[in-house]
């Protein structure tokens, strides 16, 4: 399962408000940038809009965005994602200004501020003053009314030691972290399906999955991301985080980001990880 496990219960609580709820959205590479490393400019503004109507409706969003390598290169106008470390991280930093740049864009145009929160696996460690640091900082930036944008710090996280390795299970660990009371995973599939729907048309979704076993894993043992760094078993590890601490899950095609609305009306959009029955 790698490194990072079920996080334990923070000892600081989280203020809450009983009406809102706590959603952290994670959004893939492939949801926000074209395969040439580009900005995929209406997909994104309309993902900042229906973020932004989200708060204003009185819930806190915390975004894990990927994309900054792929933007980076794009930007660069390198011909394809960099392979060698060093460009990756050179393509990482001029992404990350350019990630950081849209967002900030976007979001001041519906009144809301942004805040920027690049972290390494020792930043979000069980047991460690970084990871309580971490917290007091997330915390009170929610209690400020901001919207923090989280992502791995690619331009120095390079090895297994300061490496957390995906997005998926980074915003799973913030999800447990921040006691959210929904994870959402967007990206380029609509959840897990019984089979590899592009070489099985058979291939039946899952819209619902209470634990993670042998049977799911090798399920998405077949299934992978043309993009990014993910895949379904990198999906499956945030989703065994989730369960473990109580957090519902939901992976969902990030091509349309209005299922967000969909799913937060109860709907049954992608594949819902819960350990109660829809």
């Known amino acids: 399962m790698g490194k990072f496990q079920r996080p334990r219960a923070s000892r600081a609580r989280f203020d809450r408000r009983d009406h809102d709820m706590r959603i952290v959205v994670k959004v893939g590479t492939s949801t926000l940038a074209h395969p040439t490393g580009r900005l995929n400019i209406q997909r994104m503004e309309k993902l900042c809009k229906v973020l932004s109507d989200l708060k204003n409706m009185g819930h806190e969003i915390i975004l894990v965005s990927s994309g900054a390598i792929a933007m980076g290169f794009g930007k660069l106008n390198l ?123 058979e291939a039946a979704l899952l819209h619902h999955v209470a634990r993670v076993d042998d049977h799911i894993r090798e399920i998405a043992g077949i299934s992978s991301s043309t993009q990014g760094t993910g895949g379904m078993v990198t999906k499956l590890h945030a989703a065994d985080i989730c369960l473990g601490c109580g957090c519902k899950m939901v992976i969902a095609n990030g091509n349309n980001p209005g299922n967000l609305y969909d799913i937060l009306e109860g709907k049954t959009v992608g594949t819902t990880f819960s350990e109660e029955r829809l």
Not at 136 to 154: F, H, K, Q
Not at 164 to 182: R, S, Y
């Open 79 to 201: 011909s394809e994602r960099p392979k060698d470390v060093p460009t990756k991280q050179a393509s990482a930093a001029v992404g990350q200004c350019e990630l950081m740049y849209i967002y900030d864009k976007l979001f001041t145009e519906y009144n809301h501020t942004v805040a920027q929160l690049l972290i390494t696996a020792p930043d979000i460690e069980e047991g460690g003053v970084r990871k309580q640091n971490f917290h007091n900082t997330l915390a009170r930036l929610l209690e400020l009314g901001a919207l923090p944008v989280i992502n791995e710090n690619d331009t120095v996280a390079t090895d297994e030691i300061t490496s957390i390795g995906d997005n998926d299970t980074l915003a799973a660990i913030v999800a447990c972290c921040a006691q959210a009371d929904l994870l959402v995973l967007l990206s380029d599939i609509d959840g897990l399906y019984t089979a590899d729907p592009h070489t099985h048309p």
